[in-house]
């Protein structure tokens, strides 16, 4: 019986790696309350993914296709998702934070009548009830939550839950589903893709940032580093770089921005105020990069050099170059 | 052209936020607050519209206690037109299922083309509101939005939203809910006499009971606590570029083992 649910998420005809994050942790709470984990993927082809899903401990994964469900919207993906939780009543719902998610989650959350508790970088058991860890105040503190009323919906953090390879059948189900096209709703007109191979700051294992020290919109130094560092690297900006006009809002990392959650932060020309912080600290490992000692960020780095970001990055380069070649 | 604006206040991103002794919540007091950053956007891109169109009206719905009356007479002083209060005192604790029941209540007695919320709030982080407030009022909603553009008849926008890496484009017909992201505007600030005007503009209190509503918690937090302090590593100073960098990479392959 399906106690844990969890929405794989499809993107330009991928399955993102949050489904198997939450695939994983499904499977701990799922093995916790005895039972099993089901995954419900939406759009053409979407049982393509099943045995990605069942590697990571899915019991079975309900696909549901239909002509308004070939590419997302928030409506009718709402109304899917709703439909396969009201048939299969899982106690606990799984979605990842995402952009999708943010506004997938709480559509689906009000159309059952319950809350969603977003943004989740943890997940204990108190018997049945699920008890979900949150930052709050970007991350200034943490606060658990329970949900009151059924499913208990969740979204998880991208990036923060471990993807662990547990298999299992991942049977696959196809749900038949039509959408009532009367509720009102937008309609897709563009969907324009950064093709470059770029990565979202907030799916970024690795991200080179620059501040003020930068003096202006020239990053082709930490470009080359994150171009060294490949295609899971991304570059990231303080307020200080967007508010002067050199990086769009889309880089901006900190309270205002985008909370970020790499393996590796470089933070060059970066002072390391409270809000900067607040968007990064949760890195697994920062190196700060600086011409002033007192620069609030060093108190944070694991590695901080103090110097000239123009001499020490060109090093840093040549360096990475070399170390990842062999 | 008649929009609908949520706003709330946080607490200012300079507070240095402490959970109380009991772990219940955290310190209030000496918090200064602030209209929530992305509420902002929000009421900016309401006023472009009344201004676009040459008429019409932008409402500002705030949900607290007596604080949020400052942050509404802020939005007026802007440019807005009136505001609508809902002075409950545990809507400031409330999970997003109950502000956006109550956001809906209001809203019902309200004529709008449009409503505009924050993407999130930046002391929950919730980032719900808004699309629950969508689906409790049966409309559409888009969130994220970092381009607005209402058609002449205003019976529908072409919006352009975030998606990560990249933007999508899609026309939603109105009424709907937008959800405002960074870069969707420069707010203004209030200007002198918008200031003054603001003091005449009538702002309407409600209580739960006016509304017809009664919250149920749908949510409950059950403890507070910090992170733990993040500790400063090793810092490497007066060594040539060359040698630091060397060090730190080493460090970060063999030490850290992140690459």
Not at chain 1, 140 to 153: E, F, H, I, N
Not at chain 2, 34 to 45: G, H, K, M, R, T
Not at chain 2, 155 to 162: I, L, W
Request: charged share 25%; net charge negative; proline share 5%.
């Amino acid at each position: 019986m399906s106690k844990v649910m969890i929405y794989g998420e499809i993107k330009a005809g991928k399955l993102k790696k949050t489904a198997l994050e939450l695939a994983s942790e499904g499977r701990k709470l799922a093995d916790s309350l005895g039972g099993d984990v089901t995954a419900v993927l939406i759009g053409p082809q979407a049982e393509t993914f099943a045995p990605d899903l069942a590697r990571c401990g899915v019991d079975s994964v309900c696909v549901v296709e239909a002509p308004e469900l070939e590419s997302y919207n928030s409506e009718y993906f709402a109304q899917a998702l709703a439909h396969v939780i009201g048939e299969k009543k899982p106690e606990i719902v799984l979605i990842s934070h995402t952009m999708q998610g943010k506004d997938l989650a709480p559509r689906t959350a009000a159309k059952l009548g319950v809350a969603n508790i977003s943004d989740c970088i943890s997940f204990q058991l108190d018997g049945s009830k699920l008890v979900a860890r949150r930052p709050m105040y970007a991350g200034k503190c943490y606060t658990d939550w329970v949900a009151l009323g059924s499913p208990q919906m969740a979204t998880a953090r991208p990036n923060v839950l471990e993807v662990v390879e547990n298999p299992k059948e991942g049977k696959v189900e196809k749900v038949s589903f039509s959408v009532d096209n009367g509720r009102p709703t937008y309609v897709t007109k563009d969907l324009n893709l950064d093709t470059s191979g770029k990565v979202d700051l907030t799916e970024a294992e690795i991200i080179v940032s620059g501040g003020r020290g930068m003096g202006g919109p020239d990053y082709a130094l930490i470009e080359e580093t994150v171009k060294i560092f490949g295609s899971k690297a991304a570059v990231g900006a303080s307020r200080a770089a967007v508010d002067a006009g050199w990086r769009p809002h889309s880089d901006q990392v900190g309270q205002t921005g985008k909370t970020v959650t790499p393996n590796l932060y470089i933070a060059c020309g970066i002072s390391g105020s409270i809000q900067h912080l607040a968007g990064m600290g949760s890195s697994k490992v920062i190196v700060a990069i600086n011409k002033d000692t007192e620069a609030p960020i060093f108190t944070k780095a694991d590695y901080g050099i103090v110097g000239d970001l123009f001499k020490v990055v060109p090093e840093l380069n040549k360096e990475l170059k070399a170390l990842l070649a062999e | 052209m008649k929009s609908l604006v949520c706003l709330k206040q946080v607490p200012d991103t300079e507070t240095q936020i402490k959970v109380n002794p009991e772990g219940t919540g955290i310190v209030t007091e000496g918090i200064k607050y602030i209209i929530n950053p992305y509420d902002e956007f929000s009421v900016e891109e309401a006023l472009r519209l009344k201004e676009k169109f040459k008429e019409g009206e932008v409402v500002i719905l705030g949900l607290g206690p007596d604080r949020i009356t400052e942050a509404i007479r802020t939005a007026l002083a802007m440019g807005a037109d009136r505001g609508v209060q809902v002075a409950e005192e545990s809507l400031i604790q409330a999970d997003p299922c109950a502000v956006a029941q109550t956001l809906a209540a209001a809203a019902k007695a309200i004529d709008y083309d449009i409503i505009f919320c924050g993407h999130r709030a930046i002391d929950d982080d919730f980032a719900a509101a808004g699309a629950m407030l969508a689906e409790f009022l049966q409309i559409p909603q888009v969130t994220l939005v970092t381009r607005v553009e209402v058609a002449a008849d205003k019976k529908s926008a072409v919006v352009e939203r975030d998606i990560e890496g990249g933007k999508e484009t899609l026309e939603v017909p109105l009424p709907c809910v937008l959800t405002a992201q960074k870069g969707l505007n420069e707010p203004r600030y209030a200007s002198l006499p918008g200031i003054m005007k603001a003091k005449k503009k009538p702002i309407d209190r409600k209580s739960l009971a006016d509304l017809g509503i009664s919250l149920e918690p749908k949510l409950e937090s059950r403890s507070y606590s910090m992170p733990q302090e993040r500790q400063a590593g090793k810092k490497f100073e007066g060594m040539e570029p060359d040698e630091a960098a060397k060090t730190v990479v080493q460090a970060l392959r063999n030490e850290a083992k992140v690459i």
